[in-house]
């Protein structure tokens, strides 16, 4: 007969190396002490993965497909694969084998694809990419000064250029996304988004916002934006211009993990909702969804590390929606140091026999 959690609370009293048996695991928190979680806790997990009904398995190994130091994975509309090897940007085909098209350097790539063009920019380098013929061109071609661009095709001494604006190209950004006929670029505490259809243009005079903090992520809904920052998330709908900006989360959130979502994937999602998105905070991973409603997933066992910027994808493996994300650290490591004992724990399932006569 199974053990209640009083018959093993009573054990553990009179004998303290009594093993203890745990049926569903809760994974790792960090919310509380190491001495106060329970048992089905971790303080750790190490290479492992939890599926559904809560139980443990060990995480799958890893091939080595193509060495080089890689960055900026992208999967193209047209079934290609896109990245950066070596500081190049490429394709890559079905055997690994990477086909450079344009250096890039070293700086994180943002993309967005329009129309059988891949837009690619970096806080360095920017440019646009023919995926039919995977062929580089420069994205944007007015000069550093720019246009002067007026609805008045005739200027004379009684109508001059009335009504104009100054057209750019547009600028290096660290963080692209495509919403509403506009390709919005953001880069420090500035976005911009560019005319409307018209993704080599930009109105330097107009088509700009500021944050009061350096921008950290931007996703896309079907109704609005997504921003987060190194201090809040907002939420951003309306037409570029007299967008409404709503603070949806007060906590920093880390850069570079803010990414789409499969809406499936979150079947108690609001009824209206249509999209989603997925993004780490300080304060434990954020689903996003339509109007600016969110939750926070993990806030009550899991917060994430503050880290320098990170980078995230979900996927779907065994039946179980995972969000994977690597961060990049700066300043001195975090002290391991814990109070309490050391316990080693040693997994182990148990099947009832069953005598037959």
């Known amino acids: 007969m199974p053990q209640t959690v009083q018959d093993q609370s009573t054990q553990q009293d009179q004998n303290p190396n009594a093993p203890i048996f745990v049926q569903a695991f809760e994974g790792v928190r960090n919310t509380s002490s190491a001495e106060r979680i329970g048992p089905n806790a ?18 799958r190994g890893r091939t080595l497909k193509a060495a080089g130091s890689w960055h900026s994975i992208w999967n193209a509309g ?18 690994y084998t990477h086909v450079p098209i344009v250096d890039v350097g070293l ?14 920019s970096s806080k360095s380098a920017h440019g646009k990419i023919d995926l039919d013929q995977n062929v580089n061109s420069d994205w944007g071609t007015l000069n550093e000064q720019g246009v002067w661009w ?12 009335v009504g104009g604006k100054l057209l750019r190209n547009p600028p290096k950004a660290e963080f692209m996304v495509y919403h509403n006929g506009r390709i919005y670029l953001a880069l420090d505490k ?44 907002y939420f951003l709908s309306g037409e570029f211009g007299k967008m409404q900006r709503v603070l949806t989360n007060s ?19 609001p009824i209206h909702a249509r999209t989603a998105i997925n993004f780490a905070t ?5 689903v996003g969804f339509d109007r600016g409603l969110y939750r926070n997933l993990t806030q009550d066992h899991f917060w994430f590390p503050t880290a320098e910027s990170g980078t995230a994808i979900a996927r779907q493996q065994d039946g179980v929606t995972q969000f994977l994300s690597v961060f990049r650290h700066g300043g001195t490591p975090a002290s391991g140091a814990r109070i309490g004992d050391y316990v080693e724990a040693e997994i182990m399932r148990f ?6 006569f």
């Open 42 to 59: 971790f303080v750790v997990g190490q290479n492992i993965d939890i599926d559904n009904d809560k139980q443990v398995h060990m995480r």
């Open 78 to 95: 047209n079934g290609g694969l896109y990245g950066v090897r070596n500081g190049s940007l490429g394709f890559v085909q079905p055997d």
């Open 107 to 120: 700086d994180w790539l943002s993309y967005v694809e329009i129309d059988r063009t891949m837009y690619w």
């Open 150 to 161: 007026s609805p008045v095709l005739e200027p004379s001494d009684t109508l001059g250029q």
């Open 190 to 233: 500035m976005i911009w988004a560019t005319e409307l259809f018209k993704y080599d243009y930009v109105d330097a005079t107009r088509t700009y916002m500021m944050f009061e903090d350096g921008i950290t992520g931007m996703a896309v809904v079907s109704d609005g934006l997504y921003v987060g920052t190194a201090r809040n998330a």
């Open 251 to 269: 906590s920093p959130v880390i850069k570079g993990t803010m990414i789409p979502a499969v809406l499936d994937d979150y079947p108690d999602h």
């Open 282 to 286: 300080t304060q434990g991973l954020c």
């Open 351 to 356: 099947v009832d026999r069953v005598d037959v």
